[in-house]
């Protein structure tokens, strides 16, 4: 049984540039979210997906956005980014309907 | 609104001594309850949940939880802390679509 994944593991990136992050899910589970989590913090979550859709978001504005693909792995996306989006961002996955999810290791992104 | 409060930033514990971290939560309806261990530049590893049932649960790595509901409070034990437990500890809400994770107790184990 093949974990979360996530890529690239670590990324610097420019004020006001976009960025793209991934992430393939468990082996069988068709439910993803993914979660900001800044230094010294708990994960905030942003967004989860199932069946290609957004179902649930949290208090991220429209910069933030996903996709979920048919064999159920997903990308993030952040437009104009800010300083403050540097934090470790990390994806979950779970069968729709159980709640226990399981991280992938995250991806380390700074703006500078 | 849901919140998780995890009142204690840093615990220092000696080897072998006991652990208890605390977490205390707020939500309307019937919790499902979460705590995850996360190592330094790691992602999170469930160590156990509570969705309804017995209110001790046992979990990964010799830990346990027990929660009251009167209190509102899903506390993380340890009889005998190892070296390697030294991480950060999350305590986590699940609640409809949407998780809420506490801010973390960081444990450090002293020889």
């Known amino acids: 049984e093949t974990g979360v994944t996530q890529s690239p593991t670590h990324l610097i990136k420019t004020r006001g540039q976009q960025v793209t992050l991934r992430c393939s899910s468990q082996s069988g589970h068709n439910t993803v979210s993914w979660y900001q989590q800044a230094l010294g913090q708990g994960p905030q979550f942003i967004f989860q997906y199932y069946r290609e859709e957004e179902n649930g978001r949290g208090n991220f504005p429209p910069r933030f956005s996903g996709l979920q693909f048919p064999n159920y792995s997903s990308e993030l996306n952040v437009n104009a980014l800010e300083l403050d989006d540097s934090a470790l961002y990390l994806c979950?996955?779970?069968?729709?309907?159980?709640?226990?999810?399981?991280f992938g290791p995250g991806t380390r992104l700074t703006v500078t | 609104a849901q919140s998780v409060t995890q009142p204690d930033i840093h615990i220092t514990v000696s080897e072998g001594a006991s652990l208890e971290l605390r977490c205390n939560y707020s939500y309307g309806a019937t919790p499902y309850l979460f705590w995850y261990v996360q190592s330094p530049g790691q992602g999170l590893q469930l160590l156990l949940k509570?969705?309804?049932?017995?209110?001790l649960v046992q979990g990964i790595k010799g830990f346990e939880a027990e929660f009251k509901r009167s209190q509102s409070s899903f506390n993380l034990r340890k009889p005998s802390v190892h070296w390697s437990d030294a991480a950060e500890y999350f305590c986590?809400?699940?609640?409809?679509?949407?998780?809420?994770f506490g801010t973390g107790t960081s444990l450090t184990v002293i020889p």
């Open positions: 986590a809400v699940g609640a409809g679509n949407q998780f809420y």
């Open positions: 509570y969705f309804s049932g017995d209110t």
């Open positions: 979950a996955s779970r069968l729709r309907g159980a709640y226990e999810q399981y």
